[in-house]
C-alpha cells in the first residue's frame, strides 16, 4: 500500500486545516487507519484513528477539535482539524494497518505516508 498525504501548512492559532492521506495498492476498508504526529523532540504519537468498522479513536489532546474520516470509494482518509493551537505543531504521517482495530503501538501499522506539515503560530 502506498499512501500520499496533503494538506498541511501554516496557520494561526484558531484556525483549521484538513488532511487528506489517498492510499493506493492492496487497499482494505477492513483495515484501519490513522494519523500519526510528531513534534520537534518528541516521540511520533497517534492523535485519530478510525476502525476497520469506522469506530474513531482521538488522543485526548485533540479529542473535540480533530475529525478522523474515511472515504471508501476514493480509498483516502482525511483528518479535519478545528481550533488548531501551537502546540498541534508536527509532521503528520497517515498509516495503515492490516488489523481492524486500533493499536497504539508503531509495529501494527505498516504502511506510512510520507509526512505533512503542520505549523500554528499563535
Known amino acids: 500500500v502506498q499512501l500520499q498525504a496533503s494538506g498541511g501548512g501554516t496557520v494561526q492559532a484558531g484556525a483549521s486545516l484538513r488532511l487528506s492521506c489517498a492510499a493506493s495498492g492492496r487497499t482494505s476498508s477492513s483495515y484501519a487507519m490513522g494519523w500519526f504526529r510528531q513534534a520537534p523532540g518528541k516521540e511520533r504519537e497517534l492523535v485519530a484513528g478510525?476502525?476497520?468498522?469506522?469506530?474513531?479513536y482521538y488522543a485526548g489532546s485533540v479529542k473535540g477539535r480533530f475529525t478522523i474520516s474515511r472515504d471508501n470509494a476514493k480509498n483516502t482518509v482525511y483528518l479535519q482539524m478545528n481550533t488548531l493551537k501551537p502546540e498541534d505543531t508536527a509532521v503528520y504521517y497517515c498509516?495503515?494497518?492490516?488489523?481492524?482495530?486500533?493499536?497504539?503501538?508503531?509495529?501494527?501499522?505498516?504502511?506510512w505516508g510520507q509526512g505533512t506539515q503542520v505549523t500554528v503560530s499563535s
Open positions: 498509516a495503515t494497518s492490516q488489523y481492524s482495530g486500533i493499536y497504539f503501538p508503531e509495529r501494527f501499522w505498516d504502511s
Open positions: 478510525i476502525s476497520g468498522a469506522d469506530l474513531p
